[in-house]
């Protein structure tokens, strides 16, 4: 069995459909070419370091959206999951589930020793191509911050 490549940044991001939290399928091909697009993935919804990463993505949603950056989370919890754990926290942002990992597979996600689903964030320019990735299983809130960073510096490329 051939070991997948690990993404690196300039690579094209690749393409999932998935559930969000009301069940309804999103497909990211939809969002890429269009806007800006952040993606994190996270380990569970209602654990600490979650919870923490998603409210801090939520706190600067409207940042995110006036720079014409679009955020998305994703996770293995069913979209029921999502849906409370979206509406218990008012996230604003679709939280796509990806119970079968398929977009984990897809963005080569590695699992934190071995075992835990790992906290990744990836920022995806407007051609399609991922411009950061930053890694980091503890430290959720700066996931945002990263994030945040790369955007306002593409915007002000274009």
Same mark, same amino acid.
């Given at each position: ?11 094209? +991001? ?35 370091? *979650?919870?923490?990463? +998603? *409210? ?11 720079? #014409? +950056? @679009? ?7 069913? +979209? ?18 990806? @119970? ?39 430290? #959720?809130?700066?996931?945002?911050? @990263? ?5 306002? @510096? ?5």
């Amino acid at each position: 069995m051939p070991k997948t490549e690990a993404l690196k940044i300039g690579d094209p +991001a690749p393409t999932v459909t998935l559930p969000d939290q009301n069940n309804k399928p999103v497909s990211l091909s939809d969002l890429y070419g269009k806007k800006v697009v952040v993606l994190f993935f996270y380990p569970k919804d209602n654990t600490s370091v *979650c919870t923490a990463e +998603a *409210c801090s993505f939520r706190d600067q949603y409207s940042e995110f959206k006036d720079l #014409g +950056a @679009e955020v998305i989370g994703i996770s293995s919890d069913s +979209a029921s999951s999502h849906s409370q754990f979206a509406g218990k926290h008012q996230l604003p942002y679709k939280l796509l589930s990806d @119970e079968k990992g398929a977009a984990r597979k897809a963005f080569t996600v590695p699992n934190t020793m071995g075992i835990m689903p790992g906290r990744v964030t990836y920022v995806i320019d407007k051609s399609s191509k991922i411009r950061y990735i930053f890694n980091s299983q503890l430290d #959720g809130p700066k996931h945002v911050s @990263e994030a945040m960073k790369i955007v306002k @510096e593409l915007n002000n490329k274009t």
